[in-house]
C-alpha cells in the first residue's frame, strides 16, 4: 500500500512555514526555540504550562522553559493531567493558575495535555462552572477574555491544537463530554516534528492511528462541508504514507513532519463530527482510563464494517488518496486492517483489559456522546451493544465479515 502525497516532497516537510488557518500555525524542525519571541509578541509574560504526568519530565519540557526563561519569561508547571483527564484535575490546575497570577497557558504534549489546558483556559478568568461549557449546552456569556493559549503538540495523532474542543471525565458519572467555547481559539498552534522524535514505537502506532480515524470519521459524517471533506482526505494521505514510515523508522524527521501534519488536517476536519469508533472509546477510556488512540484503533474495523455499507462514492475516494488499486468497500477494509496490522495493533478490546460483561453500559454511555450523533448510520444502543461486544472478544479478522447487522 503507498499513499499519495508524492507531490509533497521531504524537502517540503523539512521545511519551516507559517500558515494562518484555522489559527496562527508555526510549523518546522526546530521551531520550539521561538517559543519566547512568540509569548512576547502576544504580551504573555508569564504562562502556565500544563502538561501530562506521562509528559512532565521530558526533554521537551525543561527545553520549553529553557527557551522561555532565555526570553526573559518565567513560567510555572502543572503536570497532574491523567491520559484521560478529570474534572477535579482541571479544577486543580485551575486554582494554581490564578493562586500563581498567570497570564497564558502553554499546553505541551499529547491529547490528555492539550484537553487538560485547554479546559484549564476556559474556567480561568471567571466563576462558570466548567460543565456549563458542555457541547450540547447553550453556550455560556463569556464577560472576561479567556487567557491566551499556546498548544504545542508532541504526539502526531489527536489534531487537538486547532481548537478549544476538549473531552474531559466527568468522574462522578463515570462519562467523558465534550466541552468548548466558540470564543476560545488558540492564538498559536506550534508544530515542531522534532519533539516527536523521541515519541516510543508503541505510542508513535496509537497516536498515529487516531489520526487516521479522525479523517476517516469525518470525512464519513454525513452533509456538505468541503473545506473539512478536503482536510480528511489529505490528512488520510498523509498518514496512510508516513504512519508505518514512522514506526519503522523512529528517527525519520520527513515522517514525523508528515505525521504532524496529517493529524492536525484531521484534527481540523472533525470539526465536522466523528463516529461511533469514538462515541464507544469515550466511554471505555472514561471507566477503564485505557489509550485514547489505541482503544480507537482496536474498535474502528468493527464501526467501519457496521457503517460502509451505502458508503461506496466515499469510500472510493478515501482508498484513492490511500494509493490503493482497488477502490471497494473490501479493498478500502483490507487495507486499514492490513495497516493496523503492520503498526501492531492488538485485535481485541480484552486485550487491554476490558471486560466483557461493560459493553450494554458503555452502549448506554456511548450513545449519549455528541459523536454518536454524528455516525453516517443511525445505530440503537442494542446494535452499540454488539459493536462493542465484538470489539472486546476480536474487533480484526480480515475476510471475515461482522456478526451485527
Keep these: 500500500m503507498v499513499g499519495t502525497g508524492q507531490i509533497l516532497s521531504e524537502e517540503d516537510i523539512l521545511s519551516r512555514q ?20 512568540h509569548c512576547l509578541s502576544l504580551g504573555v509574560s508569564r504562562p502556565l504550562v500544563v502538561t501530562d504526568r506521562g509528559s512532565r519530565d521530558l526533554p521537551f519540557i525543561n527545553s520549553l522553559r529553557t527557551f522561555l526563561s532565555d526570553a526573559g519569561i518565567m513560567s510555572g508547571l502543572f503536570s497532574d493531567i491523567s491520559p484521560n483527564p478529570r474534572d477535579d484535575e482541571i479544577g486543580a490546575g485551575r486554582d494554581v493558575y490564578i493562586e500563581g497570577a498567570y497570564d497564558a497557558i502553554i499546553a505541551i504534549g499529547g491529547g490528555s495535555a492539550m484537553d487538560g489546558g485547554k479546559a484549564i483556559c476556559l474556567t480561568a478568568n471567571n466563576e462558570i462552572d466548567l460543565w456549563a461549557f458542555e457541547f450540547e449546552q447553550p453556550d455560556p456569556e463569556i464577560t472576561t477574555a479567556f487567557p491566551r493559549l499556546i498548544t504545542i503538540p508532541t504526539t502526531a495523532g489527536t489534531g487537538a491544537e486547532t ?60 452533509g456538505f462541508h468541503p473545506l473539512c471533506d478536503g482536510m480528511a482526505l489529505e490528512g488520510l494521505a498523509l498518514v496512510s504514507r508516513w504512519l508505518p514510515v514512522a514506526v519503522a523508522e523512529p528517527a525519520n524527521l520527513a515522517a514525523r513532519g508528515g505525521m504532524l501534519v496529517g493529524s492536525c488536517l484531521a484534527g481540523i476536519a472533525f470539526v465536522k463530527g466523528l463516529g461511533l469508533v469514538h462515541a464507544i472509546s469515550h466511554m471505555i477510556g472514561a471507566e477503564y482510563n485505557t489509550q485514547h488512540g489505541l482503544t480507537n484503533a482496536i474498535i474502528l ?62 452502549a448506554e454511555k456511548a450513545i449519549k456522546d455528541s459523536a454518536a450523533g454524528t455516525n453516517p448510520r443511525p445505530a440503537a444502543v442494542s446494535q452499540i451493544k454488539d459493536l462493542t461486544e465484538e470489539a472486546i472478544v476480536r474487533a480484526r479478522q480480515v475476510g471475515t465479515p461482522s456478526r451485527i447487522s
Design 301 to 362: 474495523p468493527v464501526v467501519l464494517r457496521f457503517n460502509l455499507p451505502g458508503e461506496e462514492a466515499k469510500v472510493a475516494r478515501m482508498a484513492q488518496v490511500m494509493g490503493l488499486a482497488e477502490t471497494s468497500n473490501e479493498a478500502f477494509m483490507a487495507a486499514v486492517e492490513d495497516l493496523l496490522d503492520r503498526i501492531g495493533i492488538p485485535t481485541s478490546l480484552a486485550e487491554i483489559g476490558v471486560p466483557a460483561d461493560c459493553a450494554r453500559r458503555i
Design 163 to 222: 481548537e478549544s474542543t476538549a473531552m474531559i471525565t466527568h468522574v462522578g458519572k463515570g462519562m467523558k463530554f465534550c466541552i468548548w467555547h466558540p470564543d476560545l481559539k488558540p492564538s498559536l498552534a506550534l508544530l515542531d516534528p522534532e519533539l516527536t522524535l523521541g515519541l516510543s514505537e508503541s505510542l508513535t502506532a496509537w497516536t498515529g492511528a487516531d489520526a487516521m480515524i479522525h479523517a476517516i470519521e469525518a470525512y464519513l459524517v454525513p
Design 18 to 37: 507559517d500558515w494562518h488557518f484555522p489559527v496562527p500555525i508555526a510549523y518546522g524542525p526546530g521551531r520550539l526555540a521561538e517559543i519566547g519571541a
